[in-house]
């Protein structure tokens, strides 16, 4: 039933904040003299914060219509490559004749859409021909779709991989980067051709029992009937997805929100004293960020299930137990692919360590293609969005693909 309580509480409440968002939009217009300018710009305020703190499920936009190239400023369109009815291969084509090197940006399936890493794909449209997974919210995707298991992003991910061809690369963020270790993996051992020339992993959960975070320890303190129980809804019967059986998106937002709680208290505290000080700028970034934060879209039930089961749970893949429909996933295969990985100092979801362990799982890398970095001062959204990502972390991402290019 949880999923029918939440949606009924957001048919309540939606209503009444579109009406709050278009009145403060009307109240900005007006100057009224004192004292009933302050108390105008209060109540403004009120309803700012009221406004835009539900949650929605519609992927927001990328914004991205532009691109610096050199000394050069073109337009970049959107075209969707390759798609299935859980997610597309979304290329970010720039209006220019000049030859960069193709980069997958693998977002996670996780509660946010794939805009969240609008910054990462900002930053690297610089110098790269930047591709990024799409995924769809499975509560707009029909029973008739099928399912949509961790084996299944897998092979999503050998296909996009092999769409982009020879000499390209890999950068997996957050959780999906044990999938896409499993995929090169499988694709060094098969000597595919279009395995990946370097592989980035940041702030992923390749190996939990290093360094575990609160994430990590709730994993290991109940068993995968508590999870399916507790965490997993159904999608109500006015969607496309009517039935299927979902990870609700706006619980993993609960859960990101309840570990940092007083950040985002006091975060609509300060937007609240931005509007009410008429201060736009400020309320502006706030308005964007939460638009996107609050964001959510479902997982499939299977696919949630198995990746807490088989990473979180039993760490198959970093104990050499990971099979992929049958064939047993071998990091050793790796002999070619450039390796980078990288964590933040502060992440309190994807603690130091867990990344790295692809470090050790490659065993068959040579030293030359391996590299880790750890980056001071940020927690686990600074890895990738934000000024320590672009000034400190992409120019590392940078030149491993320069090298490996």
């Keep these: ?83 299935t009815p859980f997610g597309g291969l979304l290329h970010f084509k720039k209006d220019s004749d000049r030859s960069q090197p193709k980069v997958l940006i693998v977002a996670p399936l996780s509660g946010h859409f794939a805009t969240l890493l609008r910054n990462t794909v900002e930053v690297m449209l610089r110098d790269h021909d930047v591709y990024i997974t799409d995924w769809k919210n499975a509560r707009d995707i029909p029973l008739s779709a099928g399912r949509f298991g961790f084996d299944d992003y897998v092979e999503h991910l050998i296909k996009f991989m092999e769409i982009l061809g020879p000499r390209g690369h890999v950068v997996g963020v957050c959780q999906p980067t044990v999938a896409v270790l499993a995929a090169v993996s499988l694709m060094a051992e098969d000597n595919n051709p279009a395995t990946p020339r370097s592989m980035t992993l940041m702030a992923g959960p390749i190996d939990t029992r290093r360094n575990p975070t609160r994430v990590n320890r709730l994993a290991k303190t109940k068993d995968i009937a508590w999870f399916e129980d507790k965490m997993i809804g159904v999608v109500p019967w006015r969607y496309k997805g009517a039935g299927r059986r979902v990870y609700p998106g706006f619980m993993q937002l609960t859960a990101f929100v309840s570990m940092n709680l007083d950040k985002h208290i006091g975060a609509h505290m300060r937007q609240f004293r931005h509007v009410a000080a008429r201060e736009e700028e400020e309320a502006e970034t706030h308005r964007n960020f939460y638009d996107e934060y609050l964001a959510v879209m479902d997982l499939t039930a299977e696919f949630y299930l198995e990746t807490v089961e088989r990473i979180f749970m039993r760490h198959e893949l970093a104990t050499g137990e990971l099979i992929y429909r049958g064939r047993p996933v071998r990091p050793s295969a790796i002999r070619k692919t450039f390796l980078l990985t990288v964590e933040g100092e502060r992440d309190d979801i994807c603690g130091l360590g867990q990344t790295s362990a692809a470090l050790d799982l490659c065993s068959n890398l040579r030293p030359v293609l391996k590299r880790h970095h750890m980056q001071t001062g940020v927690g686990h959204y600074g890895v990738f969005s934000g000024r320590r990502w672009e000034n400190e972390i992409y120019p590392q991402v940078r030149e491993v693909i320069q090298f490996s290019a």
């Design 1 to 83: 039933m949880i999923y029918e309580i939440y949606q009924t509480q957001a048919d309540i409440l939606d209503p009444l904040r579109k009406m709050a968002r278009h009145t403060s939009s009307l109240l900005r217009l007006l100057t009224p003299q004192p004292p009933y300018g302050i108390m105008l710009r209060h109540f403004n305020a009120a309803l700012e914060v009221f406004g835009y703190a539900g949650t929605t499920h519609q992927r927001p936009s990328y914004k991205i219509e532009r691109a610096v190239v050199g000394n050069q400023e073109v337009a970049v369109t959107e075209e969707v490559v390759f798609e």
